[in-house]
């Protein structure tokens, strides 16, 4: 199985970015994904998820301007809009089976990470 984001890049505040990372070997109706990023003086945080059935969850700091999406086959996205400089980040895609989260397990499929920087 192999993850690869793409789609950051350098933009301006009030900017959008579709990030996108095509997931082989996660089927849909098995494998929970996430974004996740990390910011230059922050630690790691996990800001969207969605689950085998399409559920999708979202950290309070992007809720109403970022979504989480998944298509066929096995594409997820992060539609970022209204983006401001605090989301400077590098973000990254994770996957994991769904039974395997629910027993309290990490994430245990990551991409290496896409660059997002917001400029004032």
């Known amino acids: 199985a192999q993850m690869e984001e793409s789609g950051g890049g350098s933009v301006q505040a009030g900017d959008s970015l579709r990030l996108s990372c095509p997931a082989r070997?996660?089927?849909?109706?098995?494998?929970?994904m996430a974004w996740f990023r990390q910011g230059p003086t922050k630690g790691r945080e996990q800001i969207a998820t969605i689950d085998s059935s399409g559920r999708t969850t979202y950290a309070d700091s992007v809720k109403d301007r970022f979504a989480i999406s998944r298509d066929n086959p096995d594409t997820l996205y992060l539609q970022m809009n209204d983006l401001k400089p605090e989301d400077t980040a590098t973000y990254t895609c994770a996957g994991a089976l769904c039974w395997y989260l629910r027993r309290g397990n990490d994430y245990n499929y990551w991409g290496r990470g896409t660059q997002v920087t917001v400029s004032s």
């Open positions: 070997g996660f089927p849909q109706d098995r494998y929970c």
